[in-house]
């Protein structure tokens, strides 16, 4: 049973924390082989009553033998995790590259620790160089499970979807992550055609965050009338830079895809709507701003995605 870490236990840490546990869930019970590091708030709730998950048909609680609000808590316990699941926002990531490095454990207690980032946007590996991390043990993933932080310590599941993950992982993490999402009714998948995936996943962020962080409405609003211009004009822009970084993907295909994800999440609040409602910083700069600056590398012009960007970014709620 390997032990993994969610490094970034937030709405979407704290359920993949959940989903890789194995172990008794009764109230007395205690999960052992997944720790979770995150805010201080969040952990110290978890630590006194468990993390409280809000599924349709009720709350649960699920208690955490381990859990960390700081990298100095992880290197003083006897927690040796085998995998680092990085579940923060995708601007975090310098600082928790800077944290990492200073902390030493990259060298120590993690020196044989897969790094997988579960994360929003796109540009993240990069970001996560400064490690200078071998290639074999820094992967990437992305997830369409819906989660919102609902309070310290609370989380809940706003809708069901796929979690893929690089082909390159070791067979053994994918055969126990496979095994873990699949009893709690969950998908994982193993893509050797990752950057395919992982660009479809960027479409529909590009489309319903920063409309949904604008209009202050839910998903479904993507599909209203008036915004399809916009909302056609998104995706062929990306899609077209999309075709210069190698990775093949047709309008139509792109357009009804996100089309379907926004009428299936319709009622769903998007996590850059959260995070202006919140008047915390957004992530516009690894979803629309990463197709913004791809195209200026290759001389295309992406005027919609310039302006989600700059609209995004000086809305009075958010501290770009």
Not at 8 to 19: K, Q, V, W
């Given at each position: 049973?390997?032990?993994?870490?969610?490094?970034?236990?937030?709405?979407i840490?704290?359920?993949m924390?959940y989903?890789?546990?194995?172990?008794?869930?009764?109230?007395?019970g205690?999960i052992?082989?997944?720790g979770?590091l995150g805010?201080?708030?969040?952990i110290?709730k978890?630590?006194?009553?468990?993390?409280?998950?809000a599924?349709?048909?009720?709350?649960?609680?699920?208690?955490f033998?381990n859990?960390?609000?700081?990298?100095?808590?992880?290197?003083a316990?006897?927690?040796y995790?085998?995998?680092?699941?990085?579940?923060v926002?995708?601007?975090s990531?310098p600082?928790?590259?800077?944290?990492?490095?200073g902390?030493?454990l990259?060298?120590g207690?993690?020196?044989?620790a897969?790094?997988?980032?579960?994360m929003?946007?796109?540009?993240?590996k990069?970001?996560?160089?400064?490690?200078?991390?071998?290639?074999?043990r820094l992967?990437e993933?992305i997830?369409?499970?819906?989660v919102?932080?609902?309070?310290?310590?609370?989380?809940?599941?706003?809708g069901w979807?796929?979690?893929?993950?690089?082909?390159r992982l070791d067979?053994?993490m994918?055969k126990?992550?496979?095994g873990?999402l699949?009893?709690?009714g969950f998908?994982?998948?193993?893509a050797?055609?990752?950057?395919?995936?992982?660009?479809?996943?960027?479409?529909?962020?590009?489309?319903?965050?920063?409309i949904?962080?604008?209009?202050?409405?839910?998903?479904?609003?993507?599909?209203?009338q008036?915004?399809?211009?916009?909302?056609r004009?998104i995706?062929?822009?990306a899609v077209g830079?999309?075709a210069?970084?190698?990775?093949?993907?047709?309008?139509?295909?792109?357009?009804?895809?996100?089309?379907?994800?926004?009428?299936?999440t319709?009622?769903?609040?998007?996590?850059m709507l959260?995070?202006?409602?919140k008047?915390?910083?957004?992530?516009?700069?690894?979803i629309?701003?990463y197709i913004?600056?791809l195209a200026?590398?290759?001389g295309?012009?992406t005027?919609?995605?310039?302006?989600?960007?700059a609209?995004v970014k000086?809305?009075?709620f958010?501290n770009?």
């Amino acid at each position: 049973m390997p032990e993994i870490l969610i490094y970034g236990a937030g709405a979407i840490g704290s359920f993949m924390g959940y989903l890789l546990s194995e172990g008794p869930f009764a109230a007395e019970g205690m999960i052992e082989n997944v720790g979770l590091l995150g805010r201080a708030g969040h952990i110290k709730k978890i630590r006194e009553r468990g993390l409280e998950i809000a599924f349709p048909d009720g709350a649960k609680s699920f208690r955490f033998k381990n859990c960390f609000s700081s990298l100095e808590e992880l290197a003083a316990s006897d927690f040796y995790p085998e995998m680092v699941m990085v579940c923060v926002k995708a601007y975090s990531l310098p600082a928790l590259c800077q944290e990492l490095a200073g902390s030493g454990l990259p060298e120590g207690r993690l020196r044989d620790a897969a790094f997988l980032l579960l994360m929003n946007g796109m540009g993240n590996k990069e970001a996560f160089s400064a490690l200078r991390l071998p290639a074999s043990r820094l992967l990437e993933g992305i997830t369409s499970v819906g989660v919102k932080l609902s309070g310290e310590g609370r989380i809940e599941l706003k809708g069901w979807g796929k979690t893929v993950v690089e082909a390159r992982l070791d067979a053994g993490m994918q055969k126990y992550m496979s095994g873990r999402l699949a009893e709690k009714g969950f998908e994982a998948e193993f893509a050797d055609d990752f950057a395919t995936q992982q660009w479809n996943k960027l479409f529909v962020n590009a489309v319903i965050n920063p409309i949904t962080a604008l209009t202050r409405q839910e998903n479904g609003i993507v599909l209203s009338q008036s915004l399809q211009p916009t909302f056609r004009q998104i995706v062929r822009e990306a899609v077209g830079v999309a075709a210069c970084e190698g990775v093949a993907a047709d309008e139509e295909s792109a357009f009804e895809l996100v089309s379907s994800v926004a009428g299936k999440t319709a009622a769903n609040t998007s996590s850059m709507l959260q995070d202006v409602l919140k008047g915390r910083m957004t992530e516009i700069d690894s979803i629309n701003g990463y197709i913004v600056g791809l195209a200026k590398k290759h001389g295309l012009e992406t005027p919609v995605n310039e302006a989600m960007v700059a609209l995004v970014k000086s809305t009075s709620f958010c501290n770009e």
